[in-house]
């Protein structure tokens, strides 16, 4: 049985989500850190490390530039990790995988139980729809605090859709299209976003060919569809075996 969360970024819009959802899916909320003052009645530790001794998963929605740093600290604390910041770079990525050899880790650009759904079809449509006469263009809009472009989960759909047709996705993206780019290309991935408002999270994935446009789309209403998600993956992982694991995992989908 997990004995507490500890939640990183615990003031931040997610972060506040994510405590009431510890409680309500009747765990134990050890506390948390955030570069601001928390909220009344929960412990505030003095860093990650302090954080990360004191209990057995650490969920973690901060900002891309702590991922390296978190990853190393707890990794050497030994608690879980399931971590949800958004717009990793190549080398943050390295370092959660490194981090997945010495502990249980959940990443997922999303932990809504319906966009892990629709990544899992997006592989299998890419596989099944030839890059050749399907052209694959994904679309994102969220609201106009948000950092990082394109969205997570659009980068994530864009490698469902390169998984499936066996290429890697930094070869074949197209983002931020503007001016004179020339034709589109053969097997290329288009990636377009919109900000603006207060808009959770959009996401569409065209196929569209010359006869046919076939449409996947999600709309999140409420952030607390990430954070139910993302506490149902800190009780999964909990006494899970050493590994890098994804919101598949933990909803037992075949991607
Ligand atoms: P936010 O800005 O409201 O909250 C982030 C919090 O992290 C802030 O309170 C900030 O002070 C804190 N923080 C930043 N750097 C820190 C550090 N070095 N140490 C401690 N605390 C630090 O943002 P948000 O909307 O809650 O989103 C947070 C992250 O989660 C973003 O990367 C966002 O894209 C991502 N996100 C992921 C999902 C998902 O399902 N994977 C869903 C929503 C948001």
């Not at 009747?26 to 412990?43: E, F, I, P, Q, S």
């Not at 679309?139 to 980068?155: C, F, N, W, Y």
């Not at 959770?200 to 789309?217: D, K, N, Q």
Request: hydrophobic share 45%; with cysteine; net charge neutral.
């Amino acid at each position: 049985m997990i004995k507490g969360i500890g939640i990183a970024g615990i003031a931040g819009r997610m972060g506040q989500l994510l405590a009431e959802e510890t409680l309500a899916a009747g765990l134990k909320l050890v506390g948390g850190v955030d570069r601001v003052a928390g909220t009344n009645g929960v412990t505030m530790f003095k860093d990650i490390s302090a954080l990360a001794e004191a209990c057995d998963v650490v969920v973690d929605f901060t900002h891309a530039s702590t991922a390296q740093s978190h990853a190393v600290t707890i990794a050497a604390g030994g608690a879980a990790w399931v971590l949800g910041t958004t717009g990793l770079s190549a080398e943050d990525e390295a370092a959660v995988a490194a981090a997945g050899k010495r502990v249980p880790v959940v990443y997922a650009p999303n932990y809504s139980a319906g966009v892990t759904l629709l990544m899992a079809l997006a592989e299998r449509m890419a596989a099944a729809l030839p890059a050749e006469s399907y052209d694959a263009e994904i679309l994102e809009m969220h609201h106009r605090q948000k950092v990082d472009a394109p969205s997570g989960t659009a980068v994530g759909l864009g490698r469902a859709v390169a998984r499936g047709r066996g290429v890697r996705l930094e070869d074949v993206t197209e983002s931020g299209r503007d001016g004179h780019t020339g034709a589109r290309k053969t097997g290329a991935i288009g990636f377009a976003a919109l900000r603006g408002g207060q808009v959770v999270g959009e996401h569409s994935l065209l196929f569209a060919s010359g006869t046919e446009h076939i449409t996947l789309s999600h709309r999140a209403f409420d952030r607390r569809a990430f954070a139910t998600g993302a506490i149902r993956a800190a009780g999964w992982v909990y006494g899970k075996p050493i590994g890098l694991y994804g919101m598949t995992d933990v909803l037992g989908l075949i991607s």
